[in-house]
């Protein structure tokens, strides 16, 4: 493929990582969050912050508790949406497509790169689900902590990830007298094609 198509193939990508390490550069904590915004199978939004853990031309991953509200909509429905902002840049992104699990090899090394703690919280924490007093889970991070008390700690079969593959990309830049700026990406089954849209 010539050059000037491959780059125009993988435009959304090269102008996501020119603002991604802008962000990274200019935010004071958290570039990498993100919103996500899952649905029930019955069509019931919700949205929660989490936060990007890797990102290339096959998608955009993040990881969870698999029995978990966000874990449970998108095995009921793999279609979800992406939403970065940057308040100190201006800028926002959207990103629409179609999740998938990570490969096991995938989550055990991302898993293994995480703090102690961290792993530990994984196992105990029953995430989405009711929890009567803070001390339960205390004494679940403890009891967690006695079963094992040396690395490396396994990850928990229900912990894993996801890769949103990406259809739709939107760049959107503020611009004075809101007049803002929004760029489109989307991915017609072949290519991306590119537009703009009124503010």
């Given at each position: ?6 780059a125009f193939v993988r ?162 830049q503020e611009r004075p ?23």
């Open positions: 493929m010539p050059e000037a198509a491959t435009a959304p990508f090269i102008l996501f990582g020119e603002w991604f390490a802008a962000a990274v550069a200019a935010e004071p904590r958290d570039a990498n969050a993100m919103t996500l915004a899952t649905c029930s199978a019955d069509g019931a939004p919700s949205a929660r912050t989490v936060l990007l853990k890797g990102w290339d031309e096959r998608g955009f991953v993040f990881y969870t508790n698999l029995e978990s509200r966000k874990g449970a909509e998108l095995a009921a429905n793999p279609r979800a949406a992406l939403l970065f902002y940057w308040k100190s840049l201006s800028r926002q992104i959207r990103i629409e497509g179609t999740t998938s699990p990570v490969s096991a090899r995938e989550a055990d090394a991302y898993h293994a790169s995480r703090p102690r703690l961290s792993q530990i919280g994984a196992w105990a924490s029953e995430q989405s689900r009711p929890l009567a007093a803070r001390a339960d889970l205390e004494a679940r991070v403890a009891a967690f902590e006695a079963r094992y008390p040396a690395d490396p700690v396994p990850r928990p079969p229900f912990w894993s990830g996801f890769r949103l593959t990406p259809a739709r990309f939107e760049f959107w007298f809101r007049l803002h700026e929004r760029r489109i990406f989307a991915h017609d089954g072949i290519e991306w094609q590119t537009g703009m849209l009124y503010p």
